[in-house]
Nanobody, 119 residues
Framework: AQLVESGGGLVQPGGSLRLSCAVP????????MAWYRQAPGKERVLVAA???????NYADPVKGRFTISRDNAKNTVYQQMNSLKPEDTAVYYC??????????????WGQGTQVTVSS
């Protein structure tokens, strides 16, 4: 079973999107979780992480604009993205892994969800 990301799309600069990550039951939703993104021609980078207890960390470029959260009852992790900028354009992925900063992903990568910020 794979992690399944959704919620991406085309949005204008300054707009908002909420991404969702459905966590299969073979991967405990109580794991530490994180969002990553990969822009065209660039490496995948860590964006935000949330511990099993709800502690959060964010990469500097998204601090104050992105919020990671989790709903354990729904086996889902979210990322609310506000004040989006063209440089946020990327494919976004979620993963489970080892808590720390940088977060260390341990699961298989899903298909990701494309976010495009453009006027």
């Amino acid at each position: 079973a794979q992690l399944v990301e959704s919620g991406g799309g085309l949005v204008q600069p300054g707009g908002s999107l909420r991404l969702s990550c459905a966590v299969p039951r073979t991967i405990s939703v109580l794991n530490h979780m994180a969002w990553y993104r990969q822009a065209p021609g660039k490496e995948r980078v860590l964006v935000a992480a949330i511990s099993s207890g709800g502690t959060t960390n964010y990469a500097d470029p998204v601090k104050g604009r992105f919020t990671i959260s989790r709903d354990n009852a729904k086996n889902t992790v979210y990322q609310q993205m506000n004040s989006l900028k063209p440089e946020d354009t990327a494919v976004y992925y979620c993963n489970a892994g080892q808590w720390g900063w940088p977060f260390r992903p341990s699961g298989s990568w899903g298909q990701g969800t494309q976010v495009t910020v453009s006027s």
